[in-house]
């Protein structure tokens, strides 16, 4: 009796907000209300039992999502935080999947899809936090007067600082409360700022992510 082969063509994901005619480029502004970018995956070859796994892919982080287990086989959704979408502004993503066939098997990795993710009006570097982690500092090319800047705190609880206006192109201090980093204790908390013009109804724009255990 001749054995069934399984064959699979691991095609690259698809991220559903994205534009251009290969799907290949994400505007933030697109997503400015949602808590995640989906993520679809299918593939040649899917059958039912399969473990897949969407891992998102940037200048310093990897972010794998939750493992979902093919009931029928047909395309798949995987959540990606905006967070990590927002860490990736002005540069690129990598996105792909990974399918164990079974427990058994060894873990199959699919093509990638490279994600362009528009940059803003401002190159937004990450934030610093200062050795005694008593205050964050932000500075970043081009800043001019006109607009405000106020830093997130992405700990077990969301914490934002007071928001200032920026006077010159000296960087900007933000103190930190020591309750902040106690409860946080053991815990990686990303840190970032956003950019607003002041006065207006503009969206903001968020800088790149400070990763920091604590």
């Known amino acids: 009796m001749n054995a069934?082969?399984?064959?699979?063509?691991?095609?690259?994901?698809?991220?559903?907000?994205?534009?251009?005619?290969?799907?290949?480029?994400?505007?933030?502004?697109?997503?400015y209300w949602d808590k995640y970018v989906e993520v679809q995956t299918d593939y040649i070859g899917m059958l039912k039992g399969h473990a897949v796994r969407a891992r998102w892919v940037t200048r310093n982080h990897v972010y794998n999502s939750e493992i979902l287990t093919v009931e029928t086989p047909g395309p798949l959704m995987f959540k990606i935080p905006r967070l990590e979408v927002i860490d990736a502004i002005g540069g690129i993503a990598t996105v792909n999947?990974?399918?164990?066939?079974?427990?058994?098997?060894?873990?199959?990795?699919?093509?990638?899809?490279?994600?362009?993710?528009?940059?803003?009006?401002?190159?937004?570097?990450?934030?610093r936090l200062s050795a005694d982690r008593k205050n964050v500092t932000v500075k970043f090319l081009n800043m001019t007067p006109g607009y405000t800047v106020r830093v997130r705190w992405h700990g077990v609880v969301i914490r934002d600082t007071e928001t200032q206006p920026i006077q010159d192109t000296s960087s900007m201090a933000f103190d930190i409360p020591a309750s902040w980093i106690t409860e946080n204790a053991g815990k990686t908390v990303p840190i970032n700022y956003s950019v607003h013009r002041s006065g207006s109804n503009d969206n903001l724009m968020f800088s790149r992510l400070l990763r920091i255990t604590l």
């Open 4 to 31: 069934t082969v399984n064959v699979f063509n691991l095609v690259p994901p698809k991220v559903l907000k994205a534009y251009g005619i290969k799907g290949n480029r994400l505007n933030i502004n697109d997503i």
């Open 97 to 127: 999947y990974s399918v164990r066939p079974t427990p058994n098997e060894p873990l199959l990795i699919s093509k990638s899809l490279t994600l362009n993710v528009d940059q803003q009006m401002f190159d937004l570097s990450e934030p």
